[in-house]
């Protein structure tokens, strides 16, 4: 790079590196628009995120049919729910869809299918060989919370929801990170009140007078880390390596028809199911693949589940 390079301007940022970066700004601090240089600094950074969220995306596997046809001949599906009614009860359940209406064309919908992944201990009936064993412990695989989200006409417009909504999840785990700071700091100066009080009824003792000390630097650097410009960096390094507040990692797992583990899915069989869990800044997991809902299993799964409302107020 020739020495008149650095006095050229900054190259323009697009449309979608700006809606994205105001985005970032809204959720996290919007006062870190007081940066006079923020959007430069959130340029690449926030490109890195939003590339980060569409590899994510693809990697989403799907989708799959939902269906009672579904549970009945596909592994996967028939693992992922206890019975073909669940399916239903989801579908007539959910928000996303009611909010979202009949498909204006095409047969369906596509749709994140999130869920937590579960293992029961306990004890069943296992041959081996010749022999038929009792009691022998096993584990069984089931899913819970199933829940249906960002409802789209097509792959391509389901995945595209996905990215954005991938992108405010990393955000928002983010600013969990820096209310969690703002909390610490309130804290922090709760107690410094305290151990003035206490410096002043007691005299000063020495171990007061350290305790206030420590108090005092604590709360200057939480002050320190709440100002826009220090916000700006840290939110900065944050879309620049994603990593700790947003990933998703395969898991293959082996099962029997009942759902009773039989292995870590390295036998690569027919029986072995494959899907990617979705780890958020809390730690908690999310089984997520992309699904295939028809038209037709919304309607008849919402007439089944009226029909026995109106059955148990008669």
């Keep these: 790079m020739g020495l008149f ?14 809606t994205a970066i105001e985005r970032a700004v809204d959720i996290v601090e919007p006062l870190i628009r007081v940066v006079g240089h923020y959007r430069t600094r959130l340029a690449s950074p926030t490109q890195q995120a939003l590339d980060y969220c569409a590899r994510i995306a693809e990697r989403i596997p799907g989708p799959f049919e939902i269906s009672r046809h579904a549970f009945g001949n596909d592994p996967l599906v028939h693992a992922l729910f206890g019975s073909a009614d669940d399916i239903e009860t989801m579908l ?10 009949p498909p204006i064309d095409g047969d369906g919908y596509c749709a994140l299918l999130g869920m937590r992944h579960r293992e029961k201990s306990g004890f069943g009936v296992a041959l081996t060989g010749e ?58 100066s709760i107690s410094h009140s305290m151990a003035r009080v206490q410096e002043r009824q007691t005299l000063g003792p020495e171990s007061h007078t350290r305790r206030l000390d420590e108090l005092g630097l604590r709360l200057r650097a939480s002050a320190d880390a709440l100002r826009p410009e220090a916000l700006l960096e840290t939110l900065a390094d944050c879309l620049a390596a994603p990593d700790d507040f947003l990933r998703v990692d395969p898991v293959a797992v082996s099962v029997d028809r ?12 027919e029986n ?27 309607r008849r799964a919402t007439e089944r589940i009226e029909a026995a409302r109106r059955y148990i107020v008669i």
Excluded: C
């Design 5 to 18: 390079d650095w006095l050229k301007p900054a190259p323009p940022i697009d449309a979608v590196t700006t």
């Design 92 to 101: 007539a359940s959910s928000d996303s869809l009611r909010q979202q209406g």
């Design 131 to 188: 022999v038929l064993r009792l009691d022998v412990p096993q584990k069984t695989l089931y899913f819970s919370d199933h829940t249906l989200a960002e409802p789209s006409p097509d792959l391509d417009a389901a995945r595209g929801r996905l990215r954005a909504a991938l992108f405010d999840g990393l955000l928002k785990g983010f600013a969990a990170h820096v209310a969690d700071v703002r909390a610490e700091r309130a804290q922090l």
């Design 258 to 269: 009942n759902g009773v583990i039989t292995g870590v899915g390295d036998d690569n069989t």
């Design 272 to 298: 072995t199911l494959h899907f990617m869990e979705l780890t958020a800044r809390d730690k908690r997991r999310w089984v997520v693949i992309l699904a295939h809902i028809r038209r037709e299993d919304i």
